[in-house]
């Protein structure tokens, strides 16, 4: 093809467009491009913060978010944690209660304390949290990729398409503006790894009182992260042996411990029982593990309690329930892995389905839907440094893992898929540069010719 030719010369014109636009991309620090994603990512939270209002209603992905504002209101006229419209029969209103998160209500109440009892505030003031997200999942990519043969630029580049990722992502949009606990817990958990990450690679003193911060945060947010962290530490004390110092340790777990034992004196004080946080886990497990639900999961089961419990206290539920479930599990393990593997479909669901809702069928299929097959093939690529991303791997796994054997929900795989979100950024960045190497290619080669 020569010189001369006009469609040479429109793809020469195109693919030196495209090679400049990177270059320059390249060329920055990538500050700009950070600022703008993040601002874009604001807004759209607030936006939805705006769409969602100053009511609260039940609907089918966030129905909790009523009764986490009903334990609010209840905080801020002195009744304590307690539901005035409790979610299960066997709480009784206006009793004190465990069954929630006890540091989310309490966001919620501070709020409320400071701007009225005005759901669209706790909204706003939300959103403006999860808008850190985008940024908090930069600098784990920034921190996994920061060690060479990664080229430094190329490093930044991933980050900022992991970046745009996460602040266009229809969940996490979603969620950061409804009054659950999902918007600042997925906020909570980047911090965490963030400093696992900094932990592993040079572990001071402050870094693990503040990883102690973070994960006393998470589980007051939601128990069921109290596995993940042990994990975490492992993972840390494994990638820093013979840097760790105990005492310093020893810190984290007293910063944990004020952050955890003050909940645990007043359940005490207020069960006549140990009851660690909250007492959510014995029923869960027991209702996901039901022998009535054979090998199949149901989405949302729904069991009675047993006739012989009617009427006990929430930490007696809490401990029997669980034995129970465990019981069960004994009895057949065969059930119990059929079981659990039947979850994953449900858990990673990315197509519409009838009994849906419109809006949970688009922000599963434009999120999700969309994203996992660059997930899968980043996982892929990914493998050939899997150290380097060990920590992701094994947060994803135990996340998972963690979920398919009691209570699987979509908004539940939120912490899997910001851990995913830095494979699909790669899988990204990977194709483009495949893309833009064969182009040059063909250009390489329409000149000889």
């Given at each position: ?65 009523v009764y986490f504002h009903d334990v609010a209101l209840n905080l801020l ?99 950061s503006a409804t009054l659950m606990t999902d918007g600042p817990y997925l906020v909570t ?261």
């Amino acid at each position: 093809m020569s010189e001369q030719d006009p469609r040479f010369r429109y793809v020469r014109t195109v693919s030196s467009r495209i090679r400049t636009d990177a270059n320059t991309l390249l060329a920055t620090q990538g500050t700009c491009w950070l600022v703008l994603i993040l601002a874009f990512g604001t807004l759209l939270r607030l936006v939805a913060a705006v769409y969602l209002g100053d009511r609260v209603e039940p609907t089918p992905a966030a129905y909790d978010q009523v009764y986490f504002h009903d334990v609010a209101l209840n905080l801020l006229t002195g009744r304590g944690f307690s539901y005035s419209r409790p979610p299960w029969s066997f709480i009784q209103p206006g009793e004190p209660t465990a069954f929630t998160s006890f540091l989310y209500p309490l966001f919620l109440a501070s709020n409320y304390l400071v701007f009225g009892p005005h759901p669209l505030a706790a909204r706003i003031t939300q959103a403006l949290i999860g808008s850190l997200l985008p940024w908090l999942i930069y600098g784990i990519v920034r921190r996994i990729l920061r060690q060479p043969p990664v080229v430094e630029k190329q490093s930044q580049v991933v980050a900022l398409v992991a970046a745009g990722i996460t602040a266009f992502y229809a969940y996490f949009i979603y969620f950061s503006a409804t009054l659950m606990t999902d918007g600042p817990y997925l906020v909570t958990l980047a911090w965490v790894l963030i400093l696992t990450l900094d932990l592993a690679d040079q572990p001071t003193r402050w870094r693990w009182a503040m990883w102690g911060l973070a994960v006393g945060l998470a589980i007051l947010l939601r128990q069921v992260v109290l596995p993940v962290a042990g994990l975490l530490f492992v993972y840390i004390v494994w990638k820093a042996w013979r840097r760790v110092q105990w005492r310093h340790i020893l810190v984290a777990a007293g910063v944990i411990a004020a952050l955890i034992l003050p909940w645990t004196v007043r359940n005490y004080l207020v069960f006549h029982r140990f009851l660690l946080l909250n007492s959510q886990a014995g029923q869960v497990f027991w209702t996901a593990n039901h022998p009535d639900l054979g090998t199949q999961w149901e989405y949302a089961p729904m069991f009675p309690i047993p006739a012989d419990l009617q009427g006990a206290d929430e930490v007696t539920l809490n401990d029997e329930l669980m034995r129970r479930g465990l019981q069960v599990v004994v009895e057949n393990p065969g059930r119990f892995v059929q079981l659990s593997l039947s979850r994953l479909e449900m858990f990673f669901l990315f197509y519409p389905l009838p009994e849906s809702s419109l809006f949970s069928n688009i922000a599963r299929t434009f999120s999700f839907g969309i994203c996992l097959p660059f997930m899968a093939v980043g996982l892929v690529l990914s493998w050939q440094e899997w150290r380097r991303w060990l920590l992701l791997y094994l947060f994803i796994v135990a996340y998972t893992l963690i979920h398919i054997v009691s209570w699987v929900q979509i908004r539940y795989r939120m912490p899997i898929d910001m851990a995913l979100i830095p494979f699909a950024a790669l899988t990204v960045v990977t194709l483009t540069n495949y893309v833009m190497q064969r182009v040059k290619r063909t250009e390489n080669r329409w000149i000889k010719a």
